[in-house]
């Protein structure tokens, strides 16, 4: 089975309000097994994890990737849903700490292998590539930002010409009319099927078909009025007792659902905007109805401007991510270089065998 089957989520966002992080927002600490990896850069916390995922994916194991923002072909997670499991990164800036050591949670420490002598050989090179990379990711996450105002806006222009108790009640009837009551737990976990990435704007489309055979469209470029709906359907699901999954928007995390997926019923409420276009199987439903004047209409030209404006930010975005990317390789170039991974190798596998022998 390869990794196309399995659906992909990231758990972080480098956002418009700066870099946002729902790590622990995927994992219980009352009935889970959380296995937090710290180490430096190029220690092999992607490889320990793709151990992890070879093993799950023999044993047939349901599984969910978790890649990273600041470089998708890496790993930030790999979470077993039905066997409550889940190992993370856990270093920054996505930093995790146990808040039950030794009982919900486990530390996987690839700094162990390290040596420090050639760490210390490279210190000066090692202080200039961090710094460089720092100093890129600053300037990205600047672009975002201003991107983000300009996305704001055109957010609340139209939540302000949207009937807002109109949208809540028609999201609690769609709601009703695909969800029923279960007798299970009311449980959320918050991720995202998109992001600003060195490799451009990732959407993962593929992840919505994989887990949902029904899927409801809002055709909401400007996000305000999708959101509204989607935390009426939010809302009533918890309350029915599901399993959720709240995609939240990369760019807007505090303002913009993207998704409300109930894998448990093999259902999808889904934004479709110009990052995504989830068509298949689908009912779609247009904003218009939800719109109370005529004050979007008189602003399309500011609107138009302002996604323009926008996109041509993120576009610089991703190229400084590039940049920030490049100076990362050179900084996991010391640390690999210094590793022992020989003795990581037998360290990780031990690890694992004992995560699917307990």
Same mark, same amino acid.
């Given at each position: 089975?390869?990794?196309?089957?399995?659906?992909?989520?990231?758990?972080?966002?480098?956002?418009?309000?700066?870099?946002?992080?729902?790590?622990?927002?995927?994992?219980?600490?009352?009935?889970?097994?959380?296995?937090?990896?710290?180490?430096?850069?190029?220690?092999?916390?992607?490889?320990?994890?793709?151990?992890?995922?070879?093993?799950?994916?023999?044993?047939?194991?349901?599984?969910?990737?978790?890649?990273?923002?600041?470089?998708?072909?890496?790993?930030?997670?790999?979470?077993?849903?039905?066997?409550?499991?889940?190992?993370?990164?856990?270093?920054?800036?996505?930093?995790?700490?146990?808040?039950?050591?030794?009982?919900?949670?486990?530390?996987?420490?690839?700094?162990?292998?390290?040596?420090?002598?050639? /760490?210390?050989?490279?210190?000066? +090179? @090692?202080? !200039? &590539?961090?710094?460089?990379?720092?100093? *890129?990711?600053? $300037?990205?996450?600047?672009?975002?930002?201003?991107?983000?105002?300009?996305?704001?806006?055109?957010?609340? /222009?139209?939540?302000?010409?949207? +009937? @807002?108790? !109109? &949208?809540?009640?028609?999201?609690?009837? *769609?709601?009703? $009319?695909?969800?029923?009551?279960?007798?299970?737990?009311?449980?959320?976990?918050?991720?995202?099927?998109?992001?600003?990435?060195?490799?451009?704007?990732?959407?993962?489309?593929?992840?919505?078909?994989?887990?949902?055979?029904?899927?409801?469209?809002?055709?909401?470029?400007?996000?305000?009025?999708?959101?509204?709906?989607?935390?009426?359907?939010?809302?009533?699901?918890?309350?029915?007792?599901?399993?959720?999954?709240?995609?939240?928007?990369?760019?807007?995390?505090?303002?913009?659902?993207?998704?409300?997926?109930?894998?448990?019923?093999?259902?999808?409420?889904?934004?479709?905007?110009?990052?995504?276009?989830?068509?298949?199987?689908?009912?779609?439903?247009?904003?218009?109805?939800?719109?109370?004047?005529?004050?979007?209409?008189?602003?399309?030209?500011?609107?138009?401007?302002?996604?323009?404006?926008?996109?041509?930010?993120?576009?610089?975005?991703?190229?400084?991510?590039?940049?920030?990317?490049?100076?990362?390789?050179?900084?996991?170039?010391?640390?690999?270089?210094?590793?022992?991974?020989?003795?990581?190798?037998?360290?990780?596998?031990?690890?694992?065998?004992?995560?699917?022998?307990?």
């Amino acid at each position: 089975m390869t990794n196309k089957h399995f659906p992909h989520f990231f758990l972080a966002a480098n956002s418009a309000g700066g870099f946002y992080s729902a790590f622990n927002k995927n994992y219980s600490i009352t009935d889970w097994n959380a296995y937090i990896i710290k180490g430096g850069p190029g220690t092999g916390k992607s490889g320990v994890m793709k151990k992890f995922l070879k093993v799950a994916s023999d044993l047939k194991k349901q599984v969910v990737l978790c890649p990273c923002s600041s470089d998708p072909k890496s790993l930030d997670a790999v979470i077993l849903p039905e066997d409550k499991i889940i190992i993370l990164d856990g270093t920054a800036p996505h930093v995790v700490e146990p808040t039950l050591p030794g009982v919900c949670e486990q530390i996987i420490n690839t700094g162990s292998f390290w040596s420090r002598k050639i /760490l210390l050989k490279n210190k000066n +090179n @090692i202080i !200039k &590539a961090a710094a460089d990379n720092k100093f *890129l990711h600053k $300037r990205a996450a600047e672009y975002i930002k201003a991107a983000g105002q300009l996305l704001s806006y055109n957010f609340n /222009l139209q939540l302000k010409s949207t +009937n @807002i108790d !109109k &949208a809540i009640s028609y999201g609690a009837k *769609l709601a009703e $009319r695909y969800i029923k009551k279960t007798d299970g737990t009311a449980q959320e976990w918050v991720r995202f099927l998109g992001g600003i990435t060195p490799e451009g704007y990732v959407f993962y489309d593929r992840t919505v078909d994989i887990l949902a055979n029904e899927k409801v469209i809002i055709c909401d470029e400007l996000g305000a009025v999708a959101s509204v709906i989607f935390s009426g359907v939010r809302d009533y699901a918890l309350n029915c007792g599901h399993e959720i999954i709240t995609v939240k928007n990369p760019i807007l995390p505090n303002d913009i659902i993207d998704a409300i997926i109930v894998p448990k019923l093999k259902l999808a409420f889904c934004r479709q905007s110009s990052f995504s276009n989830i068509t298949a199987n689908s009912r779609k439903i247009h904003t218009r109805r939800f719109l109370i004047n005529q004050e979007l209409n008189t602003c399309r030209e500011k609107i138009k401007f302002n996604n323009k404006a926008a996109y041509t930010l993120i576009d610089a975005a991703v190229k400084t991510l590039k940049d920030a990317k490049n100076a990362h390789d050179v900084l996991e170039a010391f640390y690999i270089e210094a590793m022992d991974f020989k003795a990581l190798e037998e360290y990780s596998q031990n690890i694992i065998e004992n995560i699917f022998n307990t």
